[in-house]
């Protein structure tokens, strides 16, 4: 049972940075997807970035790119997302999550078996 602990979250201005980090313990973290996903207050919760188990094949959606970076360390079986230029609408907890490797990249909550219990990230104007 892969478990996940997310951490580097915190309050910054705008137009500030964070780097969250996930360290995985328990699977082989090489052969995983990681993903991280964030919530907002009553929104649903939405994908944010994606690299691939090997090779550094990254995905993220519209509103981040330029700005957020992920990377993964699997000697330190931990996984990244430097977040630069922060908005007010960035604000939302972070959950970083884990899948098994498979073709292609996963877009949705449903394309991971393990998650982590989030981490806050406050934007303010």
């Known amino acids: 049972q892969v478990q996940l602990v997310e951490s580097g979250g915190g309050l910054v201005q705008a137009g500030g940075s964070l780097r969250l980090s996930c360290a995985a313990s328990g699977g082989t973290f090489s052969m995983y997807d990681m993903g991280w996903f964030r919530q907002a207050p009553g929104k649903e919760r939405e994908f944010v970035a994606t690299?691939?188990?090997?090779?550094?094949?990254?995905r993220y959606v519209d509103s981040v790119k330029g700005r957020f970076t992920i990377s993964r360390d699997n000697a330190k079986n931990t996984v990244y997302l430097q977040m630069n230029s922060l908005k007010p609408e960035d604000t939302a907890v972070y959950y970083c999550?884990?899948?098994?490797?498979?073709?292609?990249?996963?877009?949705?909550?449903?394309?991971?078996?393990?998650w982590g219990q989030g981490t806050q990230v406050t934007v303010s104007s």
């Open positions: 999550a884990a899948g098994a490797a498979k073709p292609g990249y996963a877009y949705t909550s449903y394309g991971y078996d393990h």
């Open positions: 690299i691939k188990w090997i090779g550094s094949g990254t």
